[in-house]
């Protein structure tokens, strides 16, 4: 595929394929730190080699399939993590050294991402604000972990502040991009805002590294296995180009008039778009 051929929905395809073999080797380091203690705790590292495969099929029921198969990873990972120490206890204390509870749900994110691939279509601009809602959520997810995480040595450097921050502009900023998507001053600002926050990640994963690096430890593996998170400040980054594909969609699909979800022509395409992929499904 040439380049000028690229689209925010193959974009976003891609993405999804990614971070799905991606979090195969996140999940591994994560629970090695217990020994997978639980069987159950193979299963999203499983999971995350067989879906990128499955999704290279190209059939849409197996989207589908892959698609809310994550979303409940996601949820159950979640309620797993919780289980951990949360629901022993109900103490702040306990939500924030008990093992990442808000981690998981990237699993679901990725599943809705998928399901809304092949719901909405990609030429609309409910798609692509839709895609910057997922984003957004995923920066609220953030900001949570950001909290905790440093809440755990309780902010000694004060530039572990600056995620949390960064975070919570993320939230915002994108709220009023999914809301406002005609708005090409907003859009510029949120771009600008989701540069920043690329620069923000490779900071954070960078001082993460420095610090593993000068903690003391049998050998590198064991210090970033108990050190601290190296690819969790890559979330900034990895959110940001979500976002990005969002925005992409946005201008695009103002740039040809579709700006308006409940245009008699934004209704047209809708109908033509399922019924096209109806009759590809039967055929």
């Given at each position: 595929?040439?380049?000028?051929?690229?689209?925010?929905?193959v974009?976003?395809?891609?993405?999804?394929?990614?971070?799905?073999?991606?979090?195969?080797?996140?999940?591994?380091?994560?629970?090695s730190?217990?020994?997978?203690?639980?069987?159950?705790?193979?299963?999203?590292?499983?999971?995350?080699?067989?879906?990128?495969?499955l999704?290279?099929?190209?059939?849409?029921?197996?989207?589908?399939?892959?698609?809310?198969?994550?979303?409940?990873?996601?949820?159950?990972?979640?309620?797993?993590?919780?289980?951990?120490?949360?629901?022993?206890?109900?103490?702040?204390?306990?939500?924030?050294?008990?093992?990442?509870?808000?981690?998981?749900?990237?699993?679901?994110?990725?599943?809705?991402?998928?399901?809304?691939?092949?719901?909405?279509?990609?030429?609309?601009?409910?798609?692509?604000?839709?895609?910057?809602?997922?984003?957004?959520?995923?920066?609220?997810?953030?900001?949570?972990?950001?909290?905790?995480?440093?809440?755990?040595?309780?902010?000694?450097?004060?530039?572990?502040?600056?995620?949390?921050?960064?975070?919570?502009?993320?939230?915002?900023?994108?709220?009023?991009?999914?809301?406002?998507?005609?708005?090409?001053?907003?859009?510029?600002?949120?771009?600008?805002?989701?540069?920043?926050?690329?620069?923000?990640g490779?900071?954070?994963f960078?001082?993460?590294?420095?610090a593993?690096?000068?903690?003391?430890?049998?050998?590198l593996?064991?210090?970033?296995?108990?050190?601290?998170?190296?690819?969790?400040?890559?979330?900034?980054?990895?959110?940001?180009?979500?976002?990005?594909?969002?925005?992409?969609?946005?201008?695009?699909?103002?740039?040809?008039?579709?700006?308006?979800?409940?245009?008699?022509?934004?209704?047209?395409?809708?109908?033509?778009?399922?019924?096209?992929?109806?009759?590809?499904?039967?055929?």
């Open positions: 595929m040439r380049i000028r051929d690229l689209r925010p929905l974009a976003a395809e891609a993405f999804a394929i990614v971070n799905l073999g991606f979090l195969a080797v996140d999940v591994w380091l994560a629970h730190t217990n020994r997978f203690e639980r069987p159950v705790e193979w299963l999203p590292v499983g999971f995350s080699i067989a879906a990128p495969l999704l290279l099929i190209r059939a849409r029921i197996v989207g589908f399939l892959v698609g809310w198969t994550s979303v409940l990873v996601g949820v159950a990972g979640m309620v797993f993590h919780l289980q951990s120490h949360f629901f022993e206890e109900q103490t702040i204390r306990n939500l924030v050294y008990t093992a990442p509870f808000i981690a998981p749900l990237a699993y679901t994110g990725i599943g809705l991402l998928l399901i809304l691939d092949r719901m909405v279509d990609a030429d609309s601009v409910e798609w692509a604000q839709w895609v910057v809602f997922l984003a957004l959520g995923g920066f609220a997810g953030n900001f949570v972990l950001s909290l905790a995480d440093h809440a755990q040595n309780g902010f000694f450097n004060r530039a572990e502040w600056v995620p949390v921050v960064a975070a919570a502009a993320g939230v915002g900023f994108l709220l009023l991009a999914a809301l406002r998507p005609a708005d090409a001053l907003l859009r510029r600002v949120t771009l600008w805002l989701l540069a920043a926050e690329i620069l923000i490779m900071a954070g960078l001082l993460h590294l420095r593993d690096f000068a903690r003391p430890g049998e050998s593996f064991s210090r970033l296995l108990y050190g601290a998170p190296v690819f969790a400040p890559l979330l900034f980054a990895n959110l940001s180009l979500l976002a990005g594909i969002g925005m992409w969609g946005m201008v695009l699909s103002c740039s040809h008039g579709h700006h308006s979800p409940n245009r008699p022509e934004a209704r047209e395409r809708r109908e033509e778009h399922h019924s096209r992929r109806s009759s590809r499904d039967i055929s």
